[in-house]
């Protein structure tokens, strides 16, 4: 269940960095309130995955899951490069992401 929760939290990272780019600097109304709301909920649900997850773990794969997430949607929804050597290294986190799975022995 931890897992789970860790995983929901990151894809949230991806919703919230998206609407906090949409509300162009906290001037737009509706994508900040998203924005932080969901950063909110992402937060909460990452500190309840940390009942059942060491720190270190849980706090590396939010971080990376969540920004591997937003640099693919700044390529599918915001234009952004695409690259060879881009796409290898979000490869590489996602491959520190899956290892830190393997060998995490949970509380």
């Keep these: 269940m931890a897992w789970t ?10 919703v ?3 609407a906090l780019d949409r509300s162009d600097g906290f001037t737009r109304l509706w ?5 932080i709301s969901v950063a909110v ?3 909460v649900l990452l ?9 270190g773990t849980a706090y590396a794969v939010w971080v990376g899951l969540g920004a591997v997430g937003v640099a693919v949607a700044g390529m599918l929804v915001a234009g952004e490069p ?3 050597a881009r796409l290898s290294f ?7 992401v899956v290892g830190l799975r393997l060998v995490d022995g949970s509380p």
Excluded at 47 to 55: E, I, Q
Excluded at 90 to 96: P, Q, R
């Design 41 to 43: 909920l992402s937060f």
């Design 31 to 35: 994508p900040s309130i998203l924005g």
């Design 82 to 84: 695409a690259s060879l």
């Design 16 to 18: 919230w960095a998206l």
């Design 90 to 96: 979000l490869a590489l986190i996602i491959t520190g």
């Design 47 to 55: 500190t309840l995955a940390l009942r059942g997850l060491h720190v």
């Design 5 to 14: 929760l860790l995983v929901i939290a990151a894809s949230l990272e991806v």
